[in-house]
């Protein structure tokens, strides 16, 4: 009787063993498929951000339904749009300002197409950021960089949402506050100094703290003494 209830423990713990080994190797099979995802996300946001300088002019209509399917599959991910709508607002208010203001309104059109590019280059790097986790991105840049620097370029994209988050409650708050930035009031340039004085200057110190809460952050975890660097959660 023992003997058959040693038996019976030792293959229960065999099946035990065993399950846990295959659900292990199925996570680092998926954490391997995520990295070849996250590469792919990496080398075709690198590629969309160039090309939007570098095709001409009558392609840059493809060029933007690519960027538009980007943004349906960074919403269907869940991601807030609204604050990166705005900061595109804002953006191509001032741009085409500029223009009229400098050169009337005979290169409108030109002014069109430099706000287009701009934008077609800043979302791919939203895009990365909103539907790559960051200890991916990091995994995939450290093969190819220092690890300082895939540090630095990682927390650098995923910071992104962030800074759209913090123009609208800074945007907001100054409003609240009386000041002159509101759409219809930023159709005179006059109001445009009080629009970098209010948003744009409190958005560069909030991002100079931020970076110093993370850098103080990564002294805290010793993030200089170790020469190999682990991934949080699959290694």
Not at 164 to 171: F, L
Not at 202 to 220: D, G, T
Request: charged content about 15%.
């Amino acid at each position: 009787m023992i003997s058959l209830k040693s038996t019976k423990h030792k293959k229960c713990r065999l099946t035990v063993i065993a399950s846990s080994v295959g659900e292990i190797n199925c996570d680092v099979f998926h954490s391997k498929i995520k990295l070849i995802i996250c590469s792919a996300a990496i080398i075709f946001s690198i590629v969309l951000s160039m090309s939007a300088f570098l095709v001409q002019q009558e392609n840059l209509a493809y060029l933007l339904l690519v960027n538009v399917f980007l943004l349906f599959h960074a919403w269907c991910r869940q991601a807030n749009l609204a604050p990166l709508i705005k900061l595109f607002f804002i953006q191509s208010l001032v741009t085409v300002g500029l223009y009229a203001l400098l050169y009337g309104g005979e290169r409108l059109f030109e002014a069109i197409i430099v706000v287009t590019r701009i934008i077609l280059v800043m979302l791919p790097s939203w895009w990365l950021a909103c539907t790559q986790s960051s200890h991916q991105i990091s995994q995939v840049l450290g093969l190819l960089l220092p690890t300082k620097w895939a540090f630095v370029v990682t927390t650098s994209i995923k910071v992104l949402p962030f800074i759209g988050q913090e123009v609208r409650d800074i945007y907001h708050i100054q409003c609240l506050r009386g000041a002159r930035i509101t759409p219809k009031e930023l159709i005179n340039p006059i109001n445009w100094y009080e629009l970098v004085q209010c948003v744009l200057f409190p958005l560069l110190i909030q991002l100079l703290s931020l970076s110093k809460h993370i850098a103080h952050s990564a002294n805290q975890r010793h993030f200089d003494k170790s020469s190999k660097h682990t991934h949080w959660p699959f290694n």
